[in-house]
């Protein structure tokens, strides 16, 4: 009896010196690569409007998320990540989100996961021998970070792609306004181009280009354009266009003035983030006849020419 109760009391005096001297947290830190670049995960960070776009949970409010039904509490949103805490089982997690650039157009995602544990020795060998469970939880969510940092309609919030320009020959026509141009006006502008392409027997070839140039409250200027099979003459107001068969970063849209907006300032941002040099001009291509379809139905694509 004696002897079982020393080795008993071995065993408490090991167990809690150990406790004593195991340190105070555990603190384990990862880092994956997602393949969209810094600037653009920055700013899906920075807009919490956007959070619900890219976290893979809920966003509850502004400053509480889920993940596996855990509340996570953002204490710190920073341009670069955020610092939260949460509670697991008994244990107090806190969490410390980082994004940097890297190369490739890539973004270092790390993730600091520090597990505090109990001041009790006895209960601290206990926690330090079960925080292996936790711990793969919050790898999950740096992985499930990483998926979601690396698809470009939840960063940017349209499908953009990368494509070729479709037609070298264009026939265009420019308009002054001193007001924002109509659909029909700009339609009846679209018309002219395509009856000059018959007149000329030459064959329309894809839906017309779009871009319009606000100089002022009173000062616009459109330009619309048709691919056509052929180069044709200029002649007055109608102009041949060569486009170079080179690359485009394309995103396609569907609805009004305000969508469309939205979607060509994303594109602005992808080529801004991406670092492409432009030869031209961005431009829409109207896919549905504005003028007979309703504004929450319009198919446009938004269409930017890079080099690369």
């Known amino acids: 009896m004696k002897r079982f ?10 167990v809690f010196t150990t406790g004593f001297f195991l340190p105070k947290e555990k603190t384990v830190t990862q880092t994956l690569n997602a393949t969209i670049p810094f600037d653009g995960i920055s700013r899906a960070i920075v807009n919490k409007n956007q959070w619900q776009n890219w976290w893979p949970g809920k966003v509850v409010n502004d400053s509480t998320v889920s993940y596996q039904e855990k509340d ?3 204490n710190l949103l920073l341009l ?18 980082q994004s940097a650039a890297t190369y490739n157009a890539e973004t270092a995602l790390t993730l600091t996961t520090t597990i505090s544990l109990s001041s ?25 970070l990483k998926t979601n940092f690396s698809d470009i309609q939840k960063i940017y919030g349209f499908d953009i792609q990368l494509g070729k320009v479709p037609n070298s020959s264009y026939i265009s026509a420019q308009q002054n ?33 779009l871009n ?17 099979d052929r180069d044709l003459p200029g002649k007055g107001r109608f102009m041949l266009k060569q486009m170079m068969l080179g ?39 109207l896919i549905s006849n504005r003028l007979t379809t309703d504004s929450t139905q319009w198919v446009t694509t938004i269409n930017y020419p890079v080099f690369q």
């Open 5 to 14: 109760l020393l080795i008993v009391l071995v065993i408490i005096i090991a």
């Open 72 to 74: 996570i509490t953002i």
């Open 80 to 97: 670069n990540g955020f610092k939260a805490t949460v509670k697991d089982g008994s244990n107090w997690v806190f969490l410390d989100f």
């Open 120 to 144: 009790n020795p006895f209960l601290k060998v206990f926690q330090y021998m079960t925080v292996g469970s936790s711990l793969k939880k919050w790898e999950s969510l740096l992985q499930s």
């Open 177 to 209: 306004y001193d007001h924002a141009p109509t659909n029909e006006e700009l339609y009846r502008l679209i018309d002219e181009v395509k009856n000059y392409i018959a007149g000329e027997n030459a064959k329309v070839m894809n839906d017309p280009i």
């Open 212 to 228: 319009i140039v606000k100089e002022s409250d009173k000062a616009y200027t459109a330009m619309v354009a048709v691919a056509t």
């Open 247 to 285: 690359n485009l970063v394309v995103a396609k849209v569907t609805g009004g003035p305000a969508i469309i907006e939205k979607c060509r300032q994303a594109v602005q941002f992808y080529v801004s983030d991406y670092r492409k040099v432009s030869p031209a001009i961005a431009f829409e291509r």
